[in-house]
């Protein structure tokens, strides 16, 4: 998936971020929100990108769609589509990928409808701002994708409400492939609707993405959806990509003891044992640890690893991590995957607290 910075891969790249480095201004000070991050997507591939609330999945996003808030600040690094830096290109350039191109399905997508317009109406505009096609071309096209993504194209005449959460959001879902961009990027777009209509939604992405071609990147705190649904992962830590892979790589053989620790997150096969969750929380973006970020909740930080950053290296083919105790992740694995293991650093900050 990521390229080393300054060389081509022979991989067709549909989008490369490179060294991408984003800070927010906020009242309290500078919060660092991306450090050197650097994710590619091939073509027509998926590649879901996690990791715990806060440690940067949007802000990616909106960087490769260049909608960053007012406040951020990108520091360093570049971001193509395909031959195309959206960091250094006109703003009209980037206006006319964003949806033709590149769309993107967000968190909030459930009231990116308008409620007082008809479902069909919103579509037909998005077409127009970006085609020269005809209204009566245009709902016919918009009737085309919403019985595509599974809603009768007979419903385009009603209004959001009129529509269950399900449907609504494939409306959206509609509504971002409609001028059949390459790349579409979706931010937890299954959030808030219950588990049946999100299995319903990732099977109809899958679907609409061996039909269409599209790449997808899918954010999602999620491990068992990136499992069912992607090629590749991303795995993210107080804004920093720390490691990524071929999914059943990732899953199977984790090298990031973080990595390791939302693996545990997922239900037992054995049904018996519960999920363990990670002591503590990512830390404050305005005061990052030195060395390794994770080493607060880490249970096999060592006094190198709050000193020393770790690099990402190659761990398998295409697959990286940083750890700088990663030779030693195997024989840990399985100490990784007791509860006694993560009890300790519970107690450890615990103590520190007081
Ligand atoms: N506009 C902003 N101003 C200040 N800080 C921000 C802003 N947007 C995001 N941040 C901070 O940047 C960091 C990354 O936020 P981001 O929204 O990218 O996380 P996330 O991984 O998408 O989280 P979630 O899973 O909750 O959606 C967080 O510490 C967040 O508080
Ligand atoms: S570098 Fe050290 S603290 Fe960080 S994940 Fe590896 S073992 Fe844990
Ligand atoms: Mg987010």
Redesign the pocket.
Known sequence: MSTQAGSKSAVPHVLDIRDLCVR???KRGI?D??DHVSLSIPKSASVGLV????????????AAIDV?????EVTAGSVYYHDLDLLAAPAETVRQKRWAGISMIT?SALNALNPVKKVGDQIVEAIRAHRNMSRKDAWARAEEMLQLVGVDPKRAREYPHQFSGGMRQRAIIAMSLVLSPDLVLA??PTTSLDVIVQDQIFRKIRSLQEELGFSLLL?T?DLGVVIENCDRIAV?YA?QVVEEGPVDQVVNTPFHPYTLGLKNSLPRIDAVSEPIAIPGG?P??IEMPKGCRFAPRCPFAQDACRQTKPELVSVGAGHRAACIRQAEIPGLRAEAAKIGTWAKVAVKSEEVVE
């Open positions: 927010f201004r906020t919060a929100a991306l990791g715990e609330s806060g440690c940067g999945k949007s802000t990616l996003m909106k960053l808030a007012e406040n951020a968190q931010d937890e954010v705190h993210m804004g990512p404050d973006p």
